[in-house]
C-alpha cells in the first residue's frame, strides 16, 4: 500500500508501484535493516533495485543486514538548499561502507548506505557531535521514525566500537 | 598540421576529421533575461547560423537538451523558419554538449540531415534555478529519490562533494591547491568582455568565502544565469564553403559512465570519475594524446570538478590533479591553459556548452577579447593576458572539452584547427 509521510515537515510518497521501495521502507519502520539479497549470484545490493547489478537476475529475498561500519566519505552542509534542513545546519551527509560484503565482489566495491549523522535517537546530529566525525568514523545505525510503514535509516557514532584516533576531516578548520 | 601515428580506436577512425563546427552563437550571459527560454534559444540559434554564414534554411536538424526548464526544437525552428529533417530534445544536462555533437555527426554520417543546430537555452538563475533552490528544493521525495533528496542531499555540490572529499583524502589535495582553478579563470573572465563576473579573485579570496558545503566554499561554486548558447555542426566538406576556418572534429566520446550508474557511490574508487573511462575512448578515437592539447576546456561547475576531469583524462598523474590546476599550467601564458572565457566559475552557466564555443573561437584564433579588430576584420592580438587584455593562446591547434553530468557520467571531444 502507498505510503505518504511527513518527516523534518517534508512529504515523503512512496506509490503503489514501488515495490522495492515499498519492501525496503518497511523494513527499517520495523527498525530492522534489510537489502535484497539475489537469487542466483548471493550478493546483497543497496539502495533497492528491480534486477542484480552484478548477475542481472531479477529475483531477490529481503535478508537482514548488519547495520555496522566505517565512514568513507561525507560533505557538512552549512548552507541547506531544501527548507527541511535549513534549521539543522551544519548536518553530516555520510556515505558509510557496511562491514557485509566490504570488498565484494571486487576490492573497490561496498555496500555504500547513505544517511545522516543523529544522535542514537535518530536526531539529526549537534554540531560538537558533528565535528567529531570524519572519514573512518565507526557507526551504527539507528532510524528516524517518519509515519506508519516508514523509518530513515541513520547512522550514528559506535560507542562500543574501537574508533580511530582522529578520524579525518576536511584540513580547513 | 602532424598527427601522431594511427592509434586503436572503438568507433571508425574514418570519421576523424569528417565533421567539424562552423557556426557557434550565444545571448548575453545575464541574470534577469526578462524573456523566455524560447526567446533566449532563438536568439542564440540565429547567431550561431549567421556566424557560421549560413541561412536557417540551410539548416535541417536541431538537438537541444534539458531537464524540464526549457522549450523545444519545434519552437526555435518556428520562429526562425527551419524545416528540419531530424530533430530531438534530450534530457539531460552536463555531459549532453559533446554527446549530442557526436550524436550529430551519426546523424548526418547516416544520410538523415546535413546541417544540425544544437543548443541549450536556460533561465538558470531567474527560472530554474541550477543550484536546486526554489520549486525543486520543495517538491515531495519519491522513488530514487528516497536515498537521496530525503537526507539533504540534493543539489549538485551535496551530491558531489563525497567524491571531492574523499581525492582529498586519498591523494593529499589542498584546499588552496583547488582554488587556484577559480582564481585562473576568474583571470581569464577579466579579458572577457561577455563574461557575467569579470572581476578577479584570488585563493585567499575563494577560502575566506563562506562554507556551503565542505569542502566547496561559495566562490568554488559556478556562476547562475539565465543564457542560450549554440553550435553547428556540418560535414569538414560543407564546411569549407563557410564563413570561418574549420574546427575540425577529431574524436568524441559520449555520456560514458562509470559502473553503478544507479548510484555510482557503490563503485569505487569513489575519487576516480568517467573520465578514467572515457580517455580510453576519446584519445584513441582522436589520434593524439593530452600531451598534444593546447586548450582543454573542463566543466567548471566547481573548481574540484575541472580537477578530477584533467587528472582523469590523463593530463597529469592520477592524484596530482591539485598540483597540476595550481602550477600555472592552466593559466593563460601557460604550458595548457583551461577554460580562457571564465567557464561556468565566471562567464555563464550553460551546461557545457559555452567552453565548446570558446575553444571553436580558440581554434579560428579569434577569441572575442578586447584586441583591436584588423582592416580583415579579425582581432590583432597582442597576447598581453594582464587584466582587461587578450585572452587568445597563441598558435592554438588542438582543443579538449570534457564535459560532465556527474562523477560517475561524462562527454568529451578534441578539435583541431584546420
Ligand atoms: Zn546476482
Request: net charge neutral.
Amino acid at each position: 500500500m502507498a505510503i505518504q509521510a511527513k518527516y523534518l515537515d517534508m512529504p515523503l510518497d512512496i506509490g503503489d508501484l514501488d515495490v522495492e521501495n515499498l519492501a525496503y521502507f518497511r523494513h527499517c519502520a520495523a527498525h530492522d535493516f534489510h537489502l535484497q539479497k539475489c537469487s542466483a549470484c548471493g550478493l546483497v545490493r543497496y539502495p533497492p533495485t528491480t534486477a542484480c547489478p552484478w548477475c542481472a537476475a531479477p529475483k531477490s529475498e529481503w535478508v537482514p543486514v548488519e547495520g555496522k561500519g566505517a565512514v568513507h566519505s561525507y560533505t557538512e552542509v552549512h548552507h541547506a538548499i531544501q527548507p527541511a534542513f535549513k534549521a539543522h545546519t551544519p548536518y553530516l551527509i555520510l556515505l558509510v561502507d557496511l562491514d557485509t560484503q566490504k570488498g565484494q565482489p571486487t576490492e573497490h566495491e561496498a555496500l555504500r548506505v547513505v544517511g545522516n549523522l543523529t544522535t542514537p535517537d535518530g536526531k539529526l546530529a549537534p554540531k560538537e557531535m558533528v565535528r567529531s566525525v570524519g572519514i573512518g568514523t565507526r557507526v551504527r545505525m539507528v532510524f528516524a521514525d517518519a509515519g506508519p510503514g516508514i523509518a530513515l535509516p541513520h547512522w550514528t557514532i559506535d560507542e562500543g566500537a574501537a574508533q580511530p584516533a582522529k578520524p579525518w576531516r576536511y584540513p580547513q578548520e | 598540421m602532424s598527427m601522431p601515428a594511427e592509434a586503436d580506436a572503438t568507433s571508425p577512425k574514418h570519421l576523424r576529421d569528417k565533421y567539424a563546427i562552423v557556426g557557434v552563437g550565444e545571448t548575453t550571459y545575464m541574470r534577469g533575461s526578462g524573456m523566455t527560454t524560447r526567446a533566449l534559444g532563438t536568439w542564440a540559434v540565429r547567431n550561431a547560423i549567421e556566424d557560421a554564414g549560413l541561412k536557417p534554411s540551410d539548416v535541417d536538424g536541431m538537438l537541444s537538451y534539458q531537464s524540464g526548464d526549457s522549450t523545444f526544437s519545434n519552437f526555435i525552428a518556428g520562429d526562425l523558419g527551419i524545416r528540419a529533417n531530424f530533430f530531438m530534445d534530450v534530457f539531460g544536462g552536463g555531459s549532453s554538449t559533446e554527446a549530442l555533437v557526436g550524436m550529430a555527426m551519426g546523424l548526418i554520417e547516416a544520410g538523415m540531415c546535413k546541417v544540425v543546430v544544437i543548443f541549450r537555452a536556460m533561465n538558470g538563475f531567474s527560472q530554474v534555478r541550477i543550484g536546486g533552490t526554489g520549486a525543486r528544493a520543495v517538491a515531495p521525495v519519491s522513488g530514487d529519490m528516497l536515498h537521496s533528496r530525503a537526507y539533504g542531499w540534493q543539489s549538485a555540490g551535496q551530491m558531489f562533494s563525497p567524491t571531492f572529499m574523499r581525492h582529498m583524502y586519498d591523494y593529499g589535495t589542498r584546499p588552496e591547491q583547488v582554488a587556484a582553478v577559480k582564481a585562473i579563470h576568474s583571470e581569464h573572465a577579466s579579458n572577457n568582455p561577455k563574461a557575467f563576473y569579470k572581476e578577479r579573485v584570488s585563493v585567499a579570496e575563494v577560502l575566506a568565502s563562506r562554507i556551503i558545503c565542505k569542502p566547496l566554499h561559495l566562490l568554488d561554486c559556478c556562476v547562475e544565469t539565465d543564457n542560450g548558447t549554440a553550435l553547428v555542426v556540418t560535414s569538414a566538406e560543407r564546411a569549407r564553403d563557410c564563413r570561418h576556418p574549420r574546427a575540425l572534429i577529431r574524436g568524441v566520446v559520449g555520456r560514458c559512465s562509470k559502473p553503478r550508474l544507479d548510484m555510482h557511490y557503490q563503485h569505487g574508487p569513489i575519487s576516480t570519475v568517467a573520465g578514467h573511462y572515457a580517455r580510453e575512448i576519446l584519445w584513441p578515437n582522436a589520434g593524439v594524446g593530452p600531451e598534444d592539447i593546447d586548450v582543454t576546456g573542463s566543466y567548471d561547475a566547481f573548481t574540484f570538478t575541472t580537477m578530477l576531469q584533467l587528472e582523469d583524462y590523463g593530463f597529469c598523474k592520477k592524484g596530482e590533479g591539485g598540483a597540476y590546476v595550481s602550477d600555472g599550467t592552466i593559466r593563460l601564458g601557460g604550458r595548457r591553459p583551461n577554460n580562457t572565457s571564465g567557464g561556468h566559475l565566471c562567464e555563464g552557466y550553460t551546461h557545457g556548452l559555452n567552453m565548446v564555443i570558446e575553444n571553436v573561437r580558440q581554434l579560428r584564433h579569434d577569441a572575442d577579447d578586447s584586441c583591436p579588430v584588423g582592416p580583415d576584420g579579425k582581432r590583432q592580438h597582442t597576447y598581453d593576458y594582464r587584466e582587461g587584455g587578450c585572452r587568445q593562446v597563441k598558435k592554438c591547434e588542438l582543443t579538449a572539452n570534457m564535459g560532465w553530468a556527474n562523477p560517475g557520467t561524462g562527454s568529451a571531444m578534441v578539435m583541431r584547427r584546420d
